[in-house]
């Protein structure tokens, strides 16, 4: 390793590339880091971005390397490694495979939405899904016991299941369009369940909060509650197009003559569009809030706030912190 020549000496590997106060500017980056082609990268090609990105922090980096590749590995970096461990996550949980993972489910959802037990298997396949997202985008700061793993699983299984099933025999009668819809009242519903219970630790025993500098300034309840509901707000938005949209689509497609003759290739078509919704949806909801969340001083617990106030006074207007995704 050598100081860097090709690469300005301004360059900073952790700046945004693009402003990060804006919709706009996350939009653009969640569309960098979710980007679903990452998902097929070799393992090493990602250990190899990872020393490039470690490399590039401490100021040496391999002789030669240019600026577009140093972005390149900090793509792979932030869709393969978390934010607070640095540790590489698994795949399935990785938001990169959202799109791949989250369109087969959510097609086979929308189309086996008839009977009972396809319902019932679909749900249990979308939350252990679920399960693996929420555990892997954690605030890496708060650990979870297996069985407070186990414990948010099931709560959130079973709250998907009784939402599921029950609307789906409640609307035996109603529209066929309204039948259509019961998966994402299921989704939504298991959202609001799943998430909070996978990282209930944060919402105990606090996350920590940083300064504008990341000096670290203690552990905020409150700044757990906001980050996991405006991730409780982002997976929903996630879905919802997808969920609410195709099924109109698929209403009026199926009273065609020809689609009625190609009834098995239904699933396939789904899981199709629902990838189409999908590619944009997961960067535009993930987009929603700035990932570096804000909370107003006088917002905070009052020990901590006084806390912060006696060490810093009027200097520190705002904490920050990794809502997790």
């Not at 414990?151 to 959130?156: D, E, F, I, K, M």
Request: hydrophobic residues 45%.
């Amino acid at each position: 390793y050598t100081k860097m020549a090709t690469v300005s000496l301004s360059f900073n590997i952790d700046s945004p590339r693009w402003d990060q106060s804006t919709f706009v500017g996350r939009l653009k980056h969640f569309l960098n880091i979710t980007d679903p082609r990452t998902v097929l990268v070799p393992e090493e090609e990602l250990d190899q971005a990872k020393a490039l990105v470690e490399g590039c922090r401490a100021g040496l980096v391999p002789p030669g390397s240019s600026q577009e590749q140093l972005l390149y590995a900090k793509k792979l970096y932030d869709s393969a490694f978390h934010p607070d461990s640095g540790e590489k996550m698994n795949l399935i949980g990785r938001m990169s495979f959202q799109v791949p993972g989250g369109m087969a489910i959510t097609g086979c959802m929308l189309q086996f939405y008839r009977t009972v037990p396809a319902v019932v298997f679909w749900q249990w396949v979308n939350q252990s899904f679920n399960a693996f997202v929420n555990y892997t985008n954690r605030n890496a700061a708060s650990p979870i016991s297996l069985r407070q793993i186990g414990v948010a699983y099931v709560t959130a299984t079973g709250a998907a299941l009784a939402t599921a099933v029950g609307l789906n025999l409640y609307t035996k009668r109603a529209p066929t369009l309204v039948a259509r819809w019961v998966p994402f009242a299921a989704v939504a519903a298991a959202n609001c369940v799943n998430i909070p219970m996978m990282r209930q630790q944060e919402i105990i025993k606090g996350i920590t909060v940083t300064d504008e500098n990341n000096n670290e300034l203690g552990r905020s309840r409150r700044a757990a509650v906001k980050g996991i509901a405006q991730v409780v707000v982002s997976r929903i938005t996630m879905a919802a197009p997808g969920m609410i949209i195709l099924p109109i689509i698929m209403e009026r497609l199926e009273k065609f003559t020809f689609m009625q003759r190609i009834r098995v290739l239904h699933g396939p078509l789904q899981v199709l569009l629902c990838g189409g919704f999908l590619l944009f949806m997961v960067p535009a909801a993930c987009a929603l809030f700035p990932q570096r969340c804000s909370l107003a001083l006088a917002d905070l617990e009052v020990e901590l706030r006084d806390s912060i106030m006696a060490k810093y006074g009027e200097q520190v207007p705002y904490v920050y912190f990794n809502k997790g995704l």
